[in-house]
């Protein structure tokens, strides 16, 4: 059984795909906490499936040196295998990175290296372009920059607006970050070079594309 915890700052949409899909395919694994640095509406979710969760507000801490190595006190102590970054809103120090490297994986609402960084929807409508999507990405010291897993594309429409566009690109995430932690959990992630490799049977490491002709 691996222990997962996961960081979240917002509502927690992703957390909730994450603890549905672990129920129900029966993953070999357990949300054993959810780690905030605010009151994010996602504790509640967390909370009301019994899940452990703690508040680690940046106030009171010096410098980001010192708060991160306060939250990375508070995730080993849960000696997990595997940590999520699900709209957890604070940049990490290369320390924290380093320290959890292979182990931590963060879901970004753009087709990377497209639209890094904060406002990805916005930009992605004002850049015009077609198709927007998520990546689920190991975390390196780069902001979102780490070797990419898995992707899901959605169309972009002439009519769309910031939240049309979130709401859809959102829906594949909640496809997309499930799938990525059961191949995770499964041992079945490889990086080599900054590629991650799928081991195993292959199966698609693109959602929401047709199948290649
Ligand atoms: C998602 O769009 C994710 O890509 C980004 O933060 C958002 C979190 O949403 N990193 P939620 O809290 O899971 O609903």
């Known amino acids: 059984m691996k222990s997962i915890v996961v960081l979240i700052s917002g ?42 969760t703690q ?11 010192l708060y991160d190595e306060a939250l990375a006190g508070t995730i080993e102590s849960y000696r997990p295998e595997l940590v999520l970054l699900a709209g957890f809103m604070r940049i990490l120090s290369h320390r924290f990175v380093e320290r959890f490297a292979h182990r931590l994986l963060n879901i970004h609402p753009s087709l990377l290296p497209a639209f890094a960084g904060l406002n990805a929807h916005r930009r992605a409508l004002a850049a015009g372009v077609r198709i927007h999507g998520a990546t689920v990405h190991f975390v390196s010291t780069v902001v979102d ?29 909640h496809q997309l970050y499930p799938r990525v932690v059961r191949w995770f959990i499964e041992d079945r992630l490889r990086v080599q070079d900054g590629k991650v490799e799928l081991l195993g049977e292959q199966e698609p490491m693109q959602l929401g594309l047709g199948p290649a002709t």
């Open 11 to 52: 509502r927690g949409s992703n957390l909730a795909a994450l603890i549905a899909a672990c129920r129900s395919e029966a993953w070999p694994a357990k949300i054993v906490a959810v780690i905030s640095d605010r009151d994010a509406p996602g504790l509640l979710l967390a909370r009301a499936q019994g899940i452990e």
């Open 55 to 65: 508040v680690l507000p940046f106030a009171g801490f010096a410098s980001r040196e």
């Open 145 to 173: 920059g780490g070797a990419i897993v898995a992707q899901a594309a959605v169309p972009v429409f002439a009519d769309d607006d910031e939240q049309r566009l979130e709401e859809r690109v959102r829906a594949a995430e």
